[in-house]
């Protein structure tokens, strides 16, 4: 989320989730699944065609995590309110003129600025989100633009695992299909460990920001 955890949670298996995430991306890592990061470690390089699932900590944000030449053409799905992305997107030095914005949320949005910005979705209307998302897309070049989606956890707390899972499998193959660079973010400490093993298998990489 962007804004100006713990990872001890555990589930009914006693096994903490972000652990259960670790042996899921081990075996991502056999396959070569491992997202590239920087020399700091902290920007990640996505592949365009690809998704990727990054851990992040808590209230930490993807658009602080991707190079800056990802805004020269970039989707941000997010439960922020569109001031917040466009100043998020200032701040790591890109252009909000380029971008846009699928606000998820039941609040009332106003903005008068630069981005892009669909009209908002309630985190309960999966529907609503993947058209939204759908009409959205259209602006986002082949090979050359970004799928930024934060708080994938943040649905979760609104609708039931598996028809996020469905909503997530269809935005990913859309995102596929229009050879985009696809990262999601999660904070696995928020999620439990069986849906965050559930929803890896969805990614063709995987980072570890925290």
């Not at 009332?108 to 529907?127: E, H, I, R």
């Amino acid at each position: 989320m962007i804004t100006d955890g713990d990872d001890s949670a555990a589930t009914d298996s006693g096994v903490p989730a972000a652990a259960r995430f670790e042996q899921t991306a081990a075996a991502l890592r056999s396959d070569g699944g491992s997202a590239d990061v920087d020399a700091a470690g902290s920007e990640l390089a996505a592949e365009f065609g690809d998704a990727t699932l990054v851990l992040l900590e808590a209230m930490d944000s993807l658009v602080g995590s991707v190079p800056t030449t990802a805004f020269d053409n970039a989707l941000v799905i997010s439960p922020s309110q569109p001031g917040r992305v466009e100043a998020a997107i200032e701040r790591r030095g890109g252009d909000p003129g380029q971008c846009g914005h699928v606000p998820v949320t039941g609040s009332p949005v106003s903005y008068d600025g630069p981005l892009w910005v669909s009209s908002p979705v309630d985190p309960s209307d999966l529907t609503g989100i993947s058209v939204r998302v759908s009409q959205a897309m259209e602006y986002v070049k082949p090979g050359e633009g970004w799928l930024l989606w934060e708080d994938l956890q943040f649905l979760l707390l609104y609708a039931d695992p598996s028809n996020v899972y469905r909503l997530t499998s269809q935005v990913l193959d859309r995102a596929r299909g229009g050879d985009a660079a696809t990262v999601v973010g999660l904070n696995a400490a928020a999620a439990e460990e069986r849906t965050v093993a559930r929803f890896a298998g969805l990614f063709d990489h995987y980072a570890d920001l925290r």
